[in-house]
């Protein structure tokens, strides 16, 4: 160890010594010293404290101890790699601790017992799993001595808690008066796993701990990431997939990401027919013909191997928005994008771990390459790109922990029967919905019930579905034939995003509490047509249409099977910066009314799940100055069932910077069903500080100054029904509807706002 570090823990040594010794007459034999070094990778923001790996009391071997390795190793367990680059030391501590013998004297009376043994004081029948009810005696803890043996089963009674003995364990004190439970293992061998038979009681089990493993992810994702996109706003989504991509559970985050994250993984195993994946891989993806949403939303794949296996098992995955990836504007969200290439860097598929080794050089170039085109730039976040990233791997590296005890616990058989019957009860539930829909058709042809309907863009071009559900068997074909060829801007989507969008409309319909699975989709064939809107071609523009054509096919499915009115139809995407950096947000609006609910007011809808930036966050980190925030009194439409209305929320810069506004609803109205009126269309203005006023429209990119205040007015939700239809009950088939709020979903919403 450097000489300077030494002599600074010596220094600090001597004065927890000094102060212990005169401060609090402690003797110093009796005081213990610990060390402690916070160590970081050159280039990185997070350090992590660690005590030796190798352990000396005395400073004279302080140049022998070893603090590298144990910093290696909690990172490797932190992040799932190491890197190859010098550590920093970025602060010292040391802890002096004090020891007296009071613990020593106290046991004076906790002797052994002279004579006799100890006695229970009752005895009561108790369950205890694969054992069933057993007689189990009751002893108060201060009956117990040292060299007392208590057998499990046993309930040890103290006066501020209840201890209880497992069958196959037995406890005793030790000579500290601590109460120690041993496990004994030749018993193991009754605690025997799950059979592969369907359980119910199992089933909603491993349902639960699915989910589970998805929502800690996304913690630990939250934690370790340093950017406001993923840290405040909660911009990601987790989950976990089969060995062959499909979605086994995911945690409600971002419902835009979750159907679309099956197709990244089902990519990345056929691409790796020809670039195996092995264990210690990551794989880095973007692209928007390779599963990818929007290039922003960069998705880390890692594959779960257990034991020996030669294949994964299960891969878990991760997708995060990133404030800045490079291309024509700060955020890169451009709205006058007519090429892929014009928005940011793509990635196919990257390894950016390669046998746990970190590939930062390669990662980099990844960033910088959008410098190469016309009017583009590079990453303008690097620093924040590359800590992110390794926050992704870290979220995955704890889903791969999870599930590896998961198996461990009932065995890789019994683990992958219960993914598939969560699957399969998934696919009867979505058949068992389709088949009570057909009630609601337009027009019947053969066996099949058939639904129409169409929505339109602001720049007119027009979103088409048909649906055709089978009768008897509860199949559904959804085809978008008719759809506008794709547009000569980033309104495009990704077939991805049609997924995403069936998927989460079919989960809302359900009145089943069960996750968001592959199986959903399995009865439903989706027909796109080519180099359409919502199938474009490689090279084309997307940005806009993960954050509003999504939007818009998700009214268009509720438009279509008459579930409820409109929402805003749209995430208002803002985003504003300069050469140092930029800032993006989504902003809430109403939501539409349906049977039996009035519409929220200025919240997120359906395919964003985000939350809103905190002001003071806001504030400190850039330069802007949130003017006004507040609900758009009546722009929800009128009803029985009013739509919510939307939102107001204005910026004053402080700083000369690239403003960009990437919206819809700004030309037709959020539609209302039954009767009811549509919401008030959105709003953009920006009010130089002499006072002009300047309509941007749907999309635009401008320069503002210092003083300059944009308004934000987002769409209202439409109504659902009037009164005088009410009174004579004549949507009593919508009335059987129901509206969950419970479950994992609904405690996850606790949670965040707990944060």
């Known amino acids: 160890m450097n000489n300077f570090i030494i002599y600074q823990i010596k220094d600090l040594q001597d004065q927890c010594i000094k102060d212990l010794v005169e401060k609090e007459n402690f003797s110093p034999d009796l005081i213990e010293i610990e060390y402690y070094l916070n160590l970081r990778y050159h280039g990185t923001d997070t350090g992590i404290m660690c005590s030796p790996h190798i352990y000396r009391a005395s400073p004279n071997d302080l140049k022998y101890t070893d603090f590298l390795t144990s910093f290696l190793n909690r990172y490797r367990t932190e992040y799932g790699f190491v890197l190859n680059r010098d550590v920093y030391v970025d602060d010292i501590r040391v802890r002096g601790i004090g020891k007296t013998m009071l613990q020593d004297q106290h046991l004076v009376r906790i002797c052994c017992r002279k004579e006799g043994k100890l006695e229970a004081i009752d005895s009561k029948n108790v369950y205890f799993d694969n054992h069933g009810f057993i007689k189990t005696s009751l002893y108060r803890f201060e009956d117990v001595l040292i060299k007392d043996t208590v057998y499990g089963p046993a309930i040890i009674i103290d006066k501020n808690s209840t201890i209880l003995i497992e069958p196959d364990c037995l406890a005793h004190l030790n000579d500290r008066g601590d109460l120690v439970i041993e496990v004994l293992l030749e018993t193991t061998e009754h605690h025997l796993p799950a059979s592969t038979q369907l359980d119910i009681t199992q089933l909603s089990i491993f349902s639960h701990r699915f989910m589970s493993i998805a929502e800690q992810m996304g913690r630990i994702l939250q934690r370790t990431s340093v950017s406001t996109n993923i840290k405040e706003r909660l911009d990601f989504s987790c989950a976990m997939f089969d060995s062959n991509g499909g979605l086994v559970a995911n945690a409600p985050h971002i419902p835009v990401h979750l159907g679309a994250m099956q197709e990244a993984v089902k990519y990345q195993i056929a691409f790796s027919k020809e670039n195996p994946i092995k264990n210690g891989d990551v794989i880095l993806s973007n692209h928007p013909a390779c599963g990818g949403s929007h290039l922003p939303d960069l998705t880390v794949i890692t594959p779960v191997f257990y034991e020996n296996s030669d294949k994964p098992v299960f891969f878990v995955a991760n997708r995060g928005h990133h404030?800045?990836?490079?291309?024509?504007?700060?955020?890169?969200?451009?709205?006058?994008?007519?090429?892929?290439?014009?928005?940011?860097?793509?990635?196919?598929?990257?390894?950016?771990?390669?046998?746990?080794?970190?590939?930062?050089?390669?990662?980099?170039?990844?960033?910088?390459?959008?410098?190469?085109?016309?009017?583009?730039?590079?990453?303008?976040?690097?620093?924040?790109?590359?800590?992110?990233?390794?926050?992704?791997?870290?979220?995955?590296?704890?889903?791969?922990?999870?599930?590896?005890?998961?198996?461990?616990?009932?065995?890789?058989?019994?683990?992958?029967?219960?993914?598939?019957?969560?699957?399969?009860?998934?696919?009867?539930?979505?058949?068992?919905?389709?088949?009570?829909?057909?009630?609601?058709?337009?027009?019947?042809?053969?066996?099949?019930?058939?639904?129409?309907?169409?929505?339109?863009?602001?720049?007119?071009?027009?979103?088409?579905?048909?649906?055709?559900?089978?009768?008897?068997?509860?199949?559904?074909?959804?085809?978008?034939?008719?759809?506008?060829?794709?547009?000569?801007?980033?309104?495009?989507?990704?077939?991805?995003?049609?997924?995403?969008?069936?998927?989460?409309?079919?989960?809302?319909?359900?009145?089943?509490?069960?996750?968001?699975?592959?199986?959903?989709?399995?009865?439903?064939?989706?027909?796109i047509p080519e180099e359409s809107l919502l199938s474009p071609s490689e090279d084309a523009a997307v940005v806009g249409g993960n954050v509003t054509t999504s939007q818009r096919i998700v009214d268009l499915i509720l438009k279509v099977f008459k579930i409820c009115a409109a929402s805003q139809g749209c995430m208002n995407n803002i985003t504003f910066g300069n050469d140092k950096g930029g800032y993006y947000e989504t902003v809430g609006g109403g939501a539409g009314a349906g049977p039996g609910w009035n519409g929220r007011h200025g919240v997120h809808t359906h395919m964003t799940n985000t939350r809103i930036t905190d002001v003071e966050i806001l504030e400190n980190r850039y330069p802007i100055q949130l003017n006004k925030f507040s609900i758009r009194e009546n722009s929800g439409g009128l009803g029985t069932y009013n739509g919510g209305n939307g939102l107001v929320r204005e910026y004053i810069f402080r700083e000369k910077l690239k403003l960009c506004v990437l919206t819809e609803r700004r030309v037709f109205h959020p539609y209302g069903m039954a009767g009811g009126q549509p919401g008030s269309r959105g709003r953009n203005t920006l009010i130089r500080k002499n006072g002009k006023h300047l309509n941007l429209g749907s999309k635009s990119e401008i320069e503002v100054d210092s003083g300059d205040l944009f308004r934000l007015e987002t769409p209202g939700g439409g109504g659902f029904g009037t009164k005088k239809e009410l009174q004579e009950n004549t949507f009593d088939e919508f009335l059987n509807i129901q509206v969950i709020q419970s479950g994992s979903l609904n405690q996850y919403s606790y949670n965040q706002q707990s944060v």
């Open 323 to 527: 404030a800045d990836i490079g291309g024509l504007t700060p955020g890169s969200m451009p709205p006058t994008s007519t090429k892929l290439w014009q928005e940011g860097a793509a990635f196919k598929s990257l390894k950016i771990v390669q046998n746990n080794v970190f590939n930062e050089k390669e990662i980099v170039e990844g960033f910088n390459a959008p410098a190469r085109f016309p009017n583009c730039s590079g990453s303008r976040n690097l620093s924040d790109n590359l800590s992110d990233l390794k926050a992704q791997i870290a979220a995955n590296k704890r889903g791969i922990d999870l599930i590896t005890q998961l198996i461990d616990e009932y065995g890789l058989k019994v683990v992958l029967s219960y993914m598939g019957y969560i699957q399969h009860t998934a696919e009867i539930s979505v058949r068992s919905l389709m088949k009570n829909l057909c009630s609601r058709c337009d027009f019947e042809k053969d066996d099949l019930s058939c639904f129409k309907a169409q929505e339109s863009m602001d720049d007119g071009s027009n979103i088409d579905l048909t649906v055709e559900i089978d009768k008897k068997t509860g199949s559904a074909i959804f085809d978008f034939s008719g759809t506008s060829y794709q547009v000569n801007g980033n309104l495009n989507a990704p077939k991805a995003i049609s997924s995403s969008a069936i998927i989460y409309c079919i989960r809302c319909m359900l009145d089943y509490d069960i996750p968001l699975n592959q199986g959903c989709l399995e009865p439903i064939k989706i027909k």
